[in-house]
């Protein structure tokens, strides 16, 4: 079954310290990115990889790392959470960044840092 | 970049009713115009597009309408079902991965 798989599904950790939410897709897409979702600001995007070894920023970057060492792996880095980053992530791909390309995405993880 | 306003933010219907979703974008190039059904506890699923060459388009009981003059597009639900009840995405993108709307929760009462 073509799928995004998220985890963990929830996460809750303390200012400070370092945690990785991964993410792996099995359809050989090319585009893979993050989104934050936070009530009333709908889908921010964080950070996106157009193929291995190619990432950029998006939307809200800030205190987040991103690495694509692999097609189908995409990992989020948080190295010093702060609540403010409390959120519902989403991890999605599709195969390639072109607009009309549907995008897959993940069931979600929902994040809390105290 | 590209702006995508969405309204309402939330929509309270009956079952049965009719709901409508609508969208204004800033960029005149975009061309491309995807709606995404997030239900709860999942991640956005693509349920229908529409590309500016066309107008209107349909599949069963949602529609999606384009005015690019007015840079609105909309989405269009009948006779609702309890099973709609999702927060909805609009999007909206030229060349690449399109800029999303911040979400409409449509709550359908039985």
């Known amino acids: 079954e073509a799928q995004v798989t998220q985890n963990p599904r929830y996460l809750i950790t303390v200012t400070g310290k370092k945690l990785t939410v991964t993410c792996s897709q099995n359809?050989?897409?090319?585009?893979m990115s993050w989104y934050r979702q936070d009530p009333g600001l709908g889908l921010r995007q964080i950070y996106y990889?157009?193929?291995?070894?190619?990432?950029d920023k998006g939307d809200v970057p800030e205190g987040y790392k991103v690495s694509r060492k692999e097609k189908r792996n995409f990992p989020l880095i948080l190295e010093s959470p702060s609540p403010n980053q409390t959120s519902l992530y989403f991890c999605?791909?599709?195969?390639?960044?072109?607009?009309?390309?549907?995008?897959?995405f993940g069931s979600g993880t929902q994040l809390s840092v105290l | 970049g590209e702006n995508v306003e969405q309204h309402p933010s939330t929509l309270s219907v009956q079952e049965g009713d009719s709901a409508v979703i609508k969208c204004t974008y800033s960029?005149?190039?975009?061309?491309?115009f995807p709606w995404y059904k997030q239900e709860l506890g999942k991640g956005p699923q693509l349920i229908i597009d529409?590309?500016?060459?066309?107008g209107e388009k349909k599949d069963q009981r949602i529609a999606v309408t384009l005015n690019k003059t007015a840079k609105h597009f909309s989405l269009h639900i009948t006779e609702t079902q309890p099973e709609d009840s999702a927060v909805y995405f609009c999007?909206?993108?030229?060349?690449?991965?399109?800029?999303f709307g911040r979400g409409t929760s449509l709550i359908v009462h039985p």
């Open positions: 999605a791909s599709s195969l390639s960044n072109r607009v009309n390309e549907k995008l897959f």
């Open positions: 359809m050989n897409h090319e585009y």
């Open positions: 990889s157009m193929n291995v070894e190619v990432t």
């Open positions: 960029d005149s190039a975009s061309n491309y």
């Open positions: 529409i590309r500016s060459n066309v």
């Open positions: 999007a909206a993108g030229g060349s690449y991965i399109p800029t």
